[in-house]
């Protein structure tokens, strides 16, 4: 996998280390010392949220830290997360994957999900890399789907906000007409915003093209982790 965020890494790794050296805490078993960092990360990111929210947070990121649970419910929902992250990486190579939290982020750029210019119709190479990305949310069907469009910043705003949605929904569109439940996706158009390289380049501009999905587990899934299947 690509990367592990420092939410879900080296602050969730932080977290356990200060609990378990706790004395209380190595008098319980591993399911109730799962709960308490579970319980206690899961405070912590959702106050790190807030902060997240001015910077992007409206973006994947945003909305996968907002589907947080803890406890022992969410080490059930993060272990299938981990596997669903590891199958998409597998999948498409050329795909940014991060765990966050209880969820994933994942980012598709202009070389695995390709628009022509100014067109949200998707290319056949976009068409190519979605269907292995089909494969694996049909392995994993329990959870939520948040597309994100966004584009470079030529041409202006308002354009690229409708342009983005539209793009949005075109590769919504596609994983549907692929046999996925559309009740699963929703979308959303961001534009120019949160670029992640500078669009005062061909190079930077490239990146800033891109689709950005957050997953993050359905009822059944938090259900059923609830119940400890």
Known sequence: MKKFTLLSGILLVALSTIITSCEAV??????????GIGA???????????NNLGKGGNGALGAVLGGVIGG??????????????????TAI??????????????VLNENAVRFDTNKSTLTAT?????????KVFNEYPDTNIVIYGYTDSTGSAD???????????????YLSNQGLLASRFSINGLG????????????GRSQNRRVEFAITANEKMIQEAQEGK
């Open 126 to 134: 976009a068409k190519a890399n979605l269907d292995k990305l089909v």
């Open 26 to 35: 190595k008098n319980t078993n591993k399911t109730q010392r799962g709960a």
């Open 72 to 89: 022992t419910a969410g080490g059930v929902i993060g272990n299938k997360m981990d596997k669903q992250a590891r199958e998409i990486d």
């Open 192 to 203: 120019i915003a949160d670029p992640i390289a500078s669009n005062d380049t061909p190079q």
């Open 40 to 50: 206690v990360s899961g405070a912590i990111i959702g106050g790190i949220l807030g």
């Open 93 to 106: 190579p050329g795909a940014q994957v991060e765990r966050v939290g209880e969820g994933i982020k994942l």
């Open 159 to 173: 354009h690229n906000l409708k342009l983005s949605r539209e793009r949005a929904t075109s590769v919504k569109n």
